[in-house]
């Protein structure tokens, strides 16, 4: 077969593919209601494209063709009074993910709990849904793990498939006086200090849509993930944000609303800021040549944060930036196209 060809052929083979993933087997038991609950889409959308005219009609083993803009999220159902958990159908290494949790329920008896962190869950009044924002850490193996959803002393687990993120790996070497920076109760104590500020039960969700960029023309020099070795020695920790190589004085801003929770200088992480989001989420500037905010001052989206140095733990001048999920840092470029 000439080569032209045989592509033609491999791309309508993986066309086809594509489109036996867009249908869905109907299973004992099943209603056409709880498939379209299930894809989240509408009974009427479902019947409509499978040209059902009685919705009460389906049989066991029947091919349904499901909308071609299925979102890439799953609704699982759950025993009553909760109703179902939406959730991704895959979640990524160092990513944050949006869980919605409908059900006549108090807040205060339901909880989300995965990979041995507990998460506050939080209710929108307008739609009556509860929502958190998880987190996979970035060093967590691949691989098949379970959601457990607890109320009232009862749990649901729900099967969710973790996949690698693409990452890469630096070798550092740290001076003498670096390494005397990395003093591990000063780690620690920093460590707990951004846990502490990017906890806090009571912040509702304060962005809606995509986040900014912390900095204009922005140029990435340490990506987010990359497995980092010391000194020769094992690839055992990693990049907890995004480092944006700028000179010395460029203007820092927030890139979603906010309140600031730390604004001070740290020992390893030099002249630092800490936003809260809400949702136990927040966002870090370090190394920070100035710092132009206070603790407690509430901050809009493209407000001056601070300016660039290389305080602290630092090579060169650069501003690091990153986000935390109750205190898991997380990738922060997808939260530039959509965050969760
Ligand atoms: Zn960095």
Request: proline content about 8%.
């Amino acid at each position: 077969m000439e080569p032209v060809r045989a592509l033609i052929v491999v791309l309508l083979l993986v066309m086809g593919l594509a489109k036996a993933q867009e249908s869905y087997t109907v299973q004992p038991g099943d209603t056409l209601f709880s498939i379209a609950r299930r894809y989240g889409t509408t009974l009427a959308q479902l019947a409509e494209i499978n040209g059902i005219a009685d919705p009460s009609k389906i049989t066991a083993g029947q091919v349904l063709r499901l909308p071609a803009d299925a979102p890439a999220f799953q609704r699982v159902p759950l025993m009553a009074p909760l109703e179902f958990i939406e959730l991704p159908r895959d979640v990524v290494q160092g990513r944050a993910f949006l869980v919605k949790v409908a059900g006549a329920v108090e807040d205060a008896s339901l909880q989300l709990r995965f990979l041995n962190t507990r998460y506050s869950i939080f209710l929108l009044p307008a739609e009556g849904i509860y929502q958190a924002i998880l987190a996979v850490p970035a060093l967590q193996p691949a691989g098949a793990y379970v959601l457990v959803v607890a109320y009232q002393g009862r749990e649901e687990r729900v099967n969710l498939r973790v996949s690698a993120g693409a990452y890469g790996r630096q070798q550092l070497t740290l001076s003498p006086a670096t390494e005397a920076l990395l003093k591990p109760e000063w780690v620690r104590s920093e460590r707990e200090r951004l846990v502490d500020a990017c906890t806090t039960d009571n912040l509702q969700k304060r962005w809606n849509g995509p986040w900014k960029g912390p900095i204009s023309r922005p140029r990435i020099t340490t990506f987010f993930g990359t497995r980092r070795s010391y000194n020769g020695g094992p690839f055992r920790s990693y990049h907890e944000g995004l480092d944006y190589g700028a000179p010395v004085g460029t203007p820092v801003y927030a890139p979603a609303d906010g309140v600031v929770a730390i604004a001070e200088p740290l020992k390893v992480r030099g002249n630092s800021i800490v936003i809260n989001h809400g949702m136990n989420v927040c966002s870090g500037y370090w190394h920070l040549a100035k710092i132009g905010v206070k603790a407690g001052q509430a901050v809009k989206a493209g407000e001056l944060l601070g300016y660039v140095g290389t305080t602290g733990l630092s090579t060169g001048p650069h501003l690091h930036y990153e986000i935390r999920v109750q205190g898991i840092p997380v990738d922060p470029a997808p939260w530039y196209k959509s965050a969760p």
